[in-house]
């Protein structure tokens, strides 16, 4: 588990995306951080402040600043900062084992608990985040017929 003391986290949250995923991550493992928020524009993207972090305008994204990196890491798209996260500050509680002993690399050989993680940590992503988006969408369509 990595030492978090010299370690810099920054959450760059747009609103209306799935930044909130990483909050409660974060306050989970007890990893101190630093939240900068963004407002969409009014056609609902990014503004040009957080493209100047991620020339996307994604969000949420994720800088890591340790002493043993000379460059920031960026990380964008939720499931794989929940996945770094996980991985590098979670200890063993959060990421099922992968393997069953003894079968270690091997095609199969994974560990039934590490399967469902795998299933659901990209459930949300695939399936779930699209209907997110469409609401999203929706709703500012019916801000702007309201008006």
Request: proline share 7%.
């Amino acid at each position: 588990m990595t030492d978090t003391h010299d370690t810099k986290i920054t959450l760059y949250w747009l609103e209306k995306s799935p930044a909130q995923r990483i909050v409660w991550l974060l306050e989970e493992l007890k990893v101190p951080y630093e939240i900068k928020t963004f407002k969409r524009k009014a056609d609902m993207t990014a503004p040009d402040e957080l493209k100047k972090i991620h020339p996307l305008g994604k969000s949420p994204v994720v800088t890591i600043t340790t002493p043993n990196c000379p460059e920031p890491l960026i990380l964008a798209e939720s499931a794989v900062i929940i996945e770094y996260l996980c991985t590098h500050f979670g200890g063993e509680k959060l990421i099922p084992q992968r393997y069953a002993e003894g079968k270690e690399g091997q095609v199969g050989g994974e560990t039934e608990a590490w399967m469902r993680y795998q299933y659901f940590m990209h459930y949300t992503e695939g399936s779930l985040t699209p209907f997110l988006v469409m609401n999203v969408v929706m709703d500012g369509s019916f801000t702007e017929l309201s008006s």
